[in-house]
């Protein structure tokens, strides 16, 4: 079975969310979201910083459509702040590599993904991993996609002593730098904790029973974009589908 952090993470919030997600791989219609939006567009930008000078990253957010993103606090002017900061930081780190793609075996399933690149601080090298997320929303252990991100990262060099994480926080316009490492008892019991969630799931999908969780249906303060599907059945479901739904192949196929 093929899988990604984000979808082992929506799974393990609530199966049916990963369910609507990447089996029948249903986005909800509607303008983008403005957190993964903002996000992205800061991904990007980082990358053209570090492979083609600070002015061709800021005039790429420029050249972003913004149109139907609106936002009290991530909109162009703070992504382009945001960006200034970022790059007076790090001229500590030298870069070696940017998004490299990974395959991770966990027992037999193949665990896909790709890091935002490999730095190296203090003759030391690292993944490196940007996150546009409030410090305090951020969780640096346990966090399953960091662990993969650091196992991904030894299949290219085995000197990758850790994850170096960027903390771009659009509220406070600041970059804040974390660095993880993991001992191999900590791989192994993540490991093994990875294989049975991952059972869990391919029962599921054979068993074509995905439980809700209650629980996230407002988690984060907002609506899951399936909650429509949730509180409906039968063919008022089915409508709804149709209606407020569209087939996302990037989803279906798990290839962002």
Request: charged content about 25%; aromatic content about 12%.
């Amino acid at each position: 079975m093929k899988v990604r952090s984000t979808v082992v993470a929506d799974f393990l919030t609530c199966p049916r969310k990963a369910y609507y997600a990447y089996e029948l791989g249903l986005k909800r219609l509607g303008p983008p979201d403005p957190h993964l939006f903002f996000g992205q567009v800061v991904h990007s930008a980082i990358k053209v910083l570090h492979e083609e000078g600070l002015e061709s990253a800021l005039k790429l957010i420029d050249s972003v459509d913004w149109g139907d993103i609106h936002h009290a606090v991530k909109s162009r002017d703070v992504a382009k702040s945001l960006l200034r900061v970022y790059a007076g930081a790090s001229p500590k780190m030298k870069i070696v590599a940017l998004e490299k793609e990974f395959v991770v075996k966990v027992g037999s399933h193949d665990w896909i993904g790709r890091f935002d690149g490999i730095a190296e601080i203090g003759g030391l090298k690292y993944v490196m991993e940007h996150k546009t997320t409030q410090g305090w929303s951020f969780q640096v252990k346990p966090n399953n996609q960091l662990i993969a991100y650091f196992l991904g990262g030894r299949r290219w060099y085995k000197d990758v002593q850790g994850v170096v994480v960027n903390l771009l926080n659009a509220k406070a316009v600041a970059v804040r730098r974390i660095v993880v490492t993991y001992g191999e008892d900590e791989i192994e019991e993540w490991q093994e904790n990875m294989k049975a969630v991952l059972a869990y799931y391919k029962r599921c999908r054979t068993s074509g029973v995905f439980p809700r969780n209650p629980g996230a249906c407002t988690m984060w303060f907002r609506e899951c974009e399936f909650y429509p599907l949730c509180t409906s059945f039968g063919a008022t479901r089915d409508a709804l589908m149709e209606s407020l739904y569209e087939v996302d192949p990037e989803r279906k196929e798990m290839s962002w």
